[in-house]
């Protein structure tokens, strides 16, 4: 039972992208103007596939069966499952499906902890246990590196596992929204929903409906107590839920982020245009403060752009701080509401281990930081180093990253803000120097082609590259490979129970290039 506002035009809708034009049917409605059925679209049948073996794990969380000589990708499925596959969506060479009945379950499976696993789509590996995980985490390094890269590996490390595989995040975020996703359960149960709104996650390939989200175990039981206290005193006073294709709503999203300090943030995300919304809001965060005294950092901002992104909004500080800090070793790092930090806090100490480890330094190198992002890494190494250039595209992010210098007393570092590829260029190198190590730790599209060329003209002897996506790393260290080989690889583990993995690999110049 889905729901939907009656504002939608329910005539004949063509996409000008689309072959064919697509017919919604009205919504019916109950005495109570309460939406009990979905829009309905005419559908081929797609065929269930009875008792199919689940034979490998594939990428984006799932897993791998074969039916003839066609692959189906299955999420929240492990291998060993003999399963009946409804199948969603057919290509020439594959098709994807979900389990719509289990004969028997793999002996590999164990029990999800999370009480919404196999709706909510975050953590979609719960069902693998942990070794496995990292097994096929290990796996896909080398995959992409081999297949993608075509580089020859020397020096792989076994991946470092997680510490902790619950309650590991430092941070997350909620949406709110006035069109709650409803479960297969719920649908089935042919009960009129009469609460629409909704605060938790999107569920997998829904931009505009959030399930609703009562314990979440990514993060220490804070994120539930806060997160289900906004939603009840949304309900009891009142306040609206955004509505995605209107725009409006005052309750529209909510960060809160901890720390091993022992310091709390908690940002709300409003969406206030009358003078009434504002008493709301002040209403909420005063509720807040009172009944959460360990919050330090409360904060709010007044988004009525298409997006959620803050970058370019002012923040208030309704109470406390604008910012908490977090610790690495003896250093301590600075984190606003528009910063960047590595969300889990322990294993992101021990991925900064090995780039420093890889680095080498001995005190006398100029090392080029690049998407330096806080500074995190720069600050780091700095230690171990004669001198670091961090540059990163955020001047935000650039400003946190000299403040964290300078509260740690660290005075041999230098930031720039700007394009990589438009700052790092040969001109750059002859005002700086030619730097000794460059670490890299770009986003998941890798580096700019720009980007590589000027370090294969920059010609450090080390280069670290520190990577959220093996594919796109691969497909750089195919590039820099005449020049440097690999002589180290170290996968980390950041994000148990996803298939989310990082890397860092050693590259080392070259005595001779390859052709």
């Not at 005294?293 to 959620?308: A, C, W």
């Not at 070793?329 to 992101?348: C, D, I, M, W």
């Amino acid at each position: 039972m889905q729901t939907y506002s009656k504002n939608i035009d329910y005539k004949r809708k063509t996409d000008k992208n689309a072959k064919k034009s697509t017919t919604f049917a009205p919504p019916i409605y109950n005495e109570n103007k309460t939406v009990y059925c979905n829009m309905a679209r005419k559908r081929k049948e797609l065929p269930i596939l009875e008792r199919i073996t689940i034979t490998d794990v594939a990428a984006e969380g799932k897993a791998i069966a074969k039916v003839d000589d066609m692959v189906v990708f299955v999420p929240f499925v492990v291998p060993g499952d003999v399963v009946d596959l409804q199948v969603k969506k057919k290509k020439h060479h594959y098709c994807e499906a979900v389990a719509v009945r289990f004969h028997e379950y793999s002996p590999m499976r164990t029990q999800p902890f999370c009480p919404h696993f196999g709706v909510c789509g975050g953590c979609k590996w719960q069902c693998l246990p942990y070794e496995e995980q990292l097994k096929y985490k290990q796996k896909q390094v080398l995959d992409n590196l081999t297949r993608i890269g075509k580089v020859e590996l020397n020096n792989v490390q076994p991946i470092l596992g997680s510490h902790l595989t619950q309650e590991y995040r430092n941070k997350l975020e909620f949406g709110f929204s006035n069109k709650r996703w409803l479960t297969a359960e719920e649908i089935a149960s042919g009960e009129v929903c009469t609460q629409t709104n909704a605060v938790g996650f999107h569920t997998t390939g829904s931009f505009d409906k959030i399930l609703p989200i009562e314990t979440c175990r990514l993060m220490d039981d804070i994120n539930n107590r806060l997160r289900n206290a906004v939603r009840d005193y949304g309900y009891e006073h009142g306040l609206t839920f955004y509505d995605l294709y209107e725009h409006t709503g005052l309750l529209r999203n909510m960060m809160v982020r901890n720390s091993n300090t022992g310091e709390l943030m908690l940002l709300m995300q409003f969406c206030i245009s009358t003078s009434e919304e504002q008493r709301q809001a002040e209403g909420l965060m005063s509720f807040l403060s009172e009944n959460f005294p360990e919050i330090t950092s409360l904060l709010y901002v007044n988004n009525q752009k298409f997006n959620d992104t803050i970058g370019d909004l002012d923040v208030v500080t309704f109470k406390g701080n604008d910012h908490i800090y977090l610790q690495m070793e003896n250093l301590r790092f600075k984190v606003g509401p528009k910063s960047f930090y590595q969300t889990n806090t322990e294993q992101a100490y021990e991925l900064y281990k090995v780039a420093r480890r890889f680095a080498g330094l001995t005190g006398d190198e100029l090392v080029y930081d690049l998407y330096t992002g806080t500074g995190t890494i720069a600050n780091f190494v700095a230690g171990s180093a004669r001198k670091v250039i961090g540059i990163e595209y955020v001047p935000e992010a650039i400003e946190d990253a000299r403040v964290n210098s300078q509260i740690n007393g660290i005075d041999n570092t230098v930031f720039f803000a700007g394009d990589m590829k438009n700052i790092l260029n040969k001109d750059f190198i002859a005002s700086y120097g030619r730097p000794d190590v460059i670490i890299t730790d770009p986003p998941r599209a890798g580096m700019h082609q720009d980007v590589i060329d000027t370090i294969l003209f920059a010609e450090p002897q080390r280069i670290v590259y520190v990577s959220c996506n093996p594919a796109t790393q691969a497909r750089d260290l195919s590039l820099l490979d005449a020049r440097y080989k690999v002589t180290g690889v170290q996968p980390v583990d950041m994000f148990p129970h996803t298939q989310h993995v990082e890397n860092v690999v050693l590259l080392e110049k070259r005595d001779v290039v390859v052709p």
